[in-house]
C-alpha cells in the first residue's frame, strides 16, 4: 500500500439511484472531517454489489468501504468471501407510515384508483406485479413470502414484469403499466421527495417490516483501530453538526448498533422460498 492510500478513505455504494447519492456525498464529507482522512466516493449504480465475475474491490484494495444491498451481503456470506467485513452498525431512516425505525420496510404499492377495488391482499389475484430483480429481499422476496402464506404461488399474479429497479417499479405502477408492486420504502420516500406529484397516484396498501438495515461492509484487512474510528464516527453522526442535519434533510436520522444476527432471518427465508423464486416466469 502507498503511503497516500494510508490517508484515504475509498467508498464505494451500491444503493444509487434508488437513494440520494447527495446522502453518500455528505456522508464521505462527514466521515473525511471526523477521520482527518482524504475520502473518495464511487457509485455503481448497474449492480447491487460486488460482482463475482468482476474485481473485487476489497481484495485488490481499491475499496475499504461499502454500501451493499441485503441481497448483496447474502451472497458475499454463501461465498464465504473473506475480504468483507460487515460493521456491526445500521442507518435509521423515517418511514411515511411506521416512523423511525432502523432498516427499511417493503412497502406494497398500488395506484390509488385501485384503492377501492383492492382491500386484501388476494384482491390482487390477477393482477401484473412489478418486481426489480429476483434477487431483491423488499422487491421480490417479500412477496414470495406472502404468496407462500396465502398457500398461493407466483401464478396468483396475472403476470411478473422485470423493472429492473425499485424507482422504475414505482412508476410503472404510478402510470398503471403494473398493479402492484412492492418497494424499499426508502426509495419510495426518496421518490415521492422528488417527486411530490407521486403521492397523488400511488397507495401504500401495505408496509412489511422492519427488514434489516443495508449491510455496511469494510475491507478485512484494514486495521482494526480504523474500522472502529469508521464505526465510532458514524454512530457519533447523530450529535455531530452541521452533518446531522444534512444527513436529516436526506432522510437519514442517525446510525444504531447492531447484531450480526439480524441477518439471519433474511438467509433462512430466501432458503425457504428458493423453489417458489425458481417458478417466477417474466413476461
Known sequence: MSEHQKHLLQIITYLVPGLNVELFETLAQYLESSLGKEATLVYESRFIGPQPDRIDPFKNKTADLAFVTGASYQQLVKENNVDWELLQVGAVFPHLIKGETAGYFADIIIHKNSQERIKDFLDLRGANW???SSSST???FVML?????????????????NSGSHLNSIQMVASRKADVAAVDSNVLGYAMAKS????????????????????IMV??????????????????????????????????????????????????SRDSLANLSASVRYY
Open 196 to 215: 411530490p406529484s407521486l403521492a397523488k397516484d400511488l397507495h401504500v396498501f401495505n408496509s412489511i417490516g422492519p427488514l434489516s438495515p443495508y449491510p
Open 130 to 132: 412489478a418486481t426489480n
Open 138 to 140: 423488499s422487491g421480490h
Open 145 to 161: 413470502k406472502a404468496l407462500k402464506e396465502y398457500g398461493e404461488n407466483p401464478s396468483f399474479f396475472g403476470s411478473v414484469l
Open 219 to 268: 475491507r478485512s484487512t484494514l486495521p482494526a483501530e480504523e474500522k472502529k474510528a469508521i464505526c465510532d464516527a458514524l454512530l457519533q453522526l447523530e450529535g455531530v453538526a452541521p452533518w446531522n442535519k444534512r444527513c436529516a434533510d436526506l432522510r437519514l436520522l442517525r446510525f444504531v448498533k447492531i447484531n450480526t444476527d439480524i441477518y439471519l432471518e433474511d438467509r433462512e
